[in-house]
C-alpha cells in the first residue's frame, strides 16, 4: 500500500508544470525611476509621460509634493498656498523665483491661448466675483494641471471640471522665457570666462 502511495505522489509530481522559470523569479529588472513615474500618473491621472519630451525632473518633484497640505501664505513641506507651490516649484527646479502672489505671477507679455497650453504654462484663475487673479496652477498635459489647493493641498486637477471651466482666466509661458534667459546667462558667463582665459593666456 505504501508502495502505490508512492507511486502515485511521484506521478503527481512528475505531471506538475511551473508556468514560470523558477529563476526568472530573480532575474526580473527592479523599474526604472521613468517607469515608476510614468505608472503613477498613468494610473492616477492618465497623463502619458514621454522619457524625451517629459521634464522627468517636474514630474518627480510634484509626486514628492504630492498631498502637501494647503496653508495660506506658506511655502514649505509644512504647508504651502498656490503661488508659494508654483513658486518653490520654479526655485527648486530652474533656479529661479516668481513673484509671491498670483496675481504678480501672471505676465501678460507671455500670454498663450488655452487651446495652445503646453507643459510648463501656468494658468490663472479668478475664483468667486475676484476682480483679480487668486489662484494659480501649472499646467502638465492632457487638460491637467497641478496647483495647491484649499481642499485637497496640493493636487492634480483638470481644467475641463466645470468649477475649474467657470473661473479660469488666462495663462502665460513666463517660466520658459525665465528658463531661456537663464540659458543664455550661463552660455555668456561661459564665453566671459573663455575671453578673460584667452587675455590671461595673451599677458603670460
Not at 505504501?2 to 511521484?10: D, V
Request: hydrophobic content about 40%; glycine content about 6%.
Amino acid at each position: 500500500m505504501r508502495f502505490l502511495l508512492l507511486i502515485l505522489i511521484f506521478n503527481a509530481c512528475s505531471n506538475f508544470v511551473y508556468s514560470e522559470p523558477f529563476d526568472s523569479l530573480y532575474t526580473k529588472k527592479p523599474k526604472t525611476r521613468f517607469e515608476i513615474l510614468k505608472e503613477f500618473y498613468w494610473n492616477k491621472f492618465q497623463i502619458d509621460l514621454n522619457e524625451a519630451e517629459s521634464d522627468i525632473e517636474l514630474y518627480a518633484f510634484i509626486k514628492r509634493w504630492y498631498h502637501t497640505r494647503y496653508v495660506l501664505g506658506g511655502k514649505s513641506k509644512w504647508g504651502t498656498d498656490c503661488s508659494g507651490f508654483t513658486g518653490l516649484l520654479c526655485d527648486s527646479l530652474y533656479g529661479f523665483d516668481l513673484p509671491r502672489t498670483a496675481y504678480d505671477q501672471y505676465d501678460p507679455r507671455f500670454h498663450v491661448n488655452k487651446s495652445d497650453l503646453k507643459e510648463g504654462d501656468l494658468v490663472f484663475f479668478k475664483i468667486g466675483w475676484n476682480r483679480y487673479i487668486s489662484h494659480v496652477g501649472l499646467y502638465l498635459g492632457n487638460h491637467k494641471f497641478v496647483h495647491a489647493a484649499v481642499w485637497g493641498g496640493v493636487i492634480i486637477s483638470d481644467l475641463r471640471e466645470p468649477y475649474y471651466a467657470r473661473w479660469y482666466y488666462a495663462a502665460s509661458r513666463n517660466i520658459q522665457y525665465l528658463k531661456q534667459i537663464k540659458s543664455k546667462g550661463k552660455e555668456i558667463k561661459k564665453i566671459a570666462i573663455q575671453v578673460f582665459e584667452n587675455q590671461l593666456e595673451a599677458v603670460f
